[in-house]
């Protein structure tokens, strides 16, 4: 698995074959990002024909065959295309310095930002290949796109696999549009799913402020991943095997039926059987002391040979197919203007909560427009410089760091009646460590905007505690237990105890057993400790029911029933109240619902809309021009620290179904599982990962070929 995705990251391919040998039997594996196809243990001694022929054919196929991209050309040394990226990479004493209130002389505003020409000489290395990269245009030509080494790549071998590049754009005429940053991923292909483009031009258009500007994008024409096709064609062979297998049984069953009633009826015709003496010399038949009732494993082996239903309620059989356990992808590319800077290079706390306020406005317009981001996570939030007028002194410009809302792919176009509901994949996405607890513990509940808004509370959190000073002493520690942290109960992966218990008691604690608050003596505990009320007065009247079934003290066997008048749920009495009399005791009386205050009711609204949060963070950043700050509220030039949580600087987060099945019941479990291998379904990782669902053969997408155990395969049977 290892070297499979050496060379996936070294070339562009969109599938491999690799020969396993053991001995003197071999395996034939085909991967793509979907998973791998395995064929049985072939033994070449007994069968040479096979390995012949397999060889043979990998001779004569194509690069195209052998999985090699055809619309990635390899750029050679010496090259026109070569010389240019080389040019491109050297320092210009013109490019722009990305620091805000930075001064841009006039006629300077189209001029490399240094840092992006930085980044694009990283990638230049000189053990690295380079590639000439295609991408598609709406008029259906190719534009083509430079580029080196990926600046970012996901580390797993299948799923959406995401790559993004500093790329040249050959055609762009002004300097700062000559490099770009180019996206080639395997996005989930479903009916209802769009491309990421098609959603970015839309809100473009829609005039939604702070995200990427599109240049081309499209799927890769006839690039598309098999191994859930194959899967399907085996799986259907299965069923037709099962449910051969299940007529033979139920003819055999009937056939027994009938020999024992024929039986039955020969011995009541002629000699009738005794009963015992409890039945008072009564003759029965022997067919009734001998019973013909089918016993209850009869029944259950043949029910389990039905095939399993097909498709998703609420949904199309063509939209998502719920049985096949591997998502479908197709190769898809984006170029887009803007080269943004990781959210951690924010400049002190003042920024980071600016960065996230763009965001938040994006968000807005985006949902106002009808579409839902989906996915809001630190990576998925960066910084960009722009260059506007300086409001101090008009006729001056001057760098402004500005927040960019990015990576749209699993957005969803929420105007279409019905849409909100129905699902669109297997699995829910997301990213563990900034998912809602509602969406963590309830995944089938659909994504709302709340849900979105508490995700940025989590974003500006984890930033803020890992990169910020305050009197948390052990930050890895609480990293660990409130963002990396999860609990298991019925199965199911839930939310940590230290992220529930902060929401639940609306206090940013250390950890649950200590009484310290975590503090960072500026403006930043305004916003959080705000936000974070806000949050507790929405679970407690809107979203009890996520944080109570994996609360430590709550009863195992809770039972809820609704109130007459406010219909929110309330616990009920753990006791049969019939089996207490009133004369010995007084029975206990079920404890009276909670009654909440019009300012509860307010503070849980708060947090489904965005003007609130928005005018939080401009009046703490006194945007609002009659915000004014009480005393001791500041905002310091320097109170960004050294990462504070450097054992975490090699892990990728990766998008994980919420839902998805545990392989133990540990309703006790709250650690994380040490697991770095893998990606979309069924290659499932314990969070921020996705937990496996059967075995290990299904955590990597295998697939078997279709040979029989112990069978010759035929000769034509090898692929490619």
Partial sequence: MGYAQMVFERQPRTHLFMLFVIGRQFRVLRWDRSGVVVTPLIDYVLHPDLLYDFLWRIGRASMAQL????????IKPGSDEYKKMDELAKEVATDLVAKRRV??????????????????NESLEEDWPRWKLSVPQKDGSMRYFLVGKPTFTTSSLVGRATQGYVAVDPLAKEPKKQLVWLK????????????EGDVLEQLKKDGVPFIPTVVCHGDLPGQATVTPDIWDKNQKALEEELKRAAEKKLKRTTRKKQKQKRVARTTAVGVPAVAPAASAGAAVPASAASGTKRRRDEVDDEQALLPPPHGVEGSKADDVDDKCPLRRHRHYRIVVEEVGLPLEQFENGFHLVSVIHDCIIAHKHAAQA??????????????YPQIAEDPKSPGRQIVTMCGLLTDWELSK???????????????????????S?????????????????????????????????????????????????????????RCGSLKTFTIAEGELRISETEPNIILFNTAVDNVLCTILGWLKAYYDIHGNEYIRVIKVDNPPDEDTDSDDESGYARKTTYYDESLVADDEVDAPRRPAPKVYSEKNFKDARKICLHDHILALLSWCMEKDPRAK???????????KVPDRYPDDSQKQLKEVPSGA???????????????????????????????????????????????????????GSCPP
């Fill in 67 to 74: 999985g090699l991209d055809p619309t990635a050309k390899l």
């Fill in 370 to 383: 009808g579409v839902l981001h989906r996915d809001i996570s630190g990576g998925n939030i960066l910084i």
């Fill in 661 to 715: 099945l545990g392989t133990h019941d540990d309703n006790d479990s709250n650690k994380r599982l040490k697991s770095n291998s893998g990606a979309a379904v069924p290659v499932q990782h314990p969070p921020p990962q996705t937990p496996p669902r059967k075995s290990y053969h299904s955590s990597i997408g295998i697939v078997d070929s279709g040979f029989a155990s112990g069978s010759r395969p035929a000769a």
């Fill in 103 to 120: 001064v841009v002389p006039h006629g300077d505003e189209n001029n490399v930002f240094a840092y992006v020409r930085e980044k694009f």
């Fill in 437 to 493: 607890i509602a969406l963590i513990n309830e995944p089938t509940k659909a994504v709302e905007i709340s849900d979105e808004l508490e995700a940025f509370f989590h974003v500006l959190l984890y930033y803020a505690v890992r990169y910020l000073k305050s009197n948390c002493t052990d930050v890895p520690a609480y990293m660990e237990r409130y963002f990396e942290a999860y609990r298991i109960c019925d199965g199911r992966y």
């Fill in 413 to 435: 176009d929420i105007k279409v009646k019905g849409r909100a509901r129905r699902a669109r994949q297997p699995e829910r996405t997301g990213t563990w460590q900034y998912m």
């Fill in 184 to 195: 080639d991923a395997w996005r989930t292909f479903y009916n209802l799913v769009e491309a």
């Fill in 629 to 639: 700050l009480p005393p001791g509220i500041r905002w310091p030039r320097t109170d």
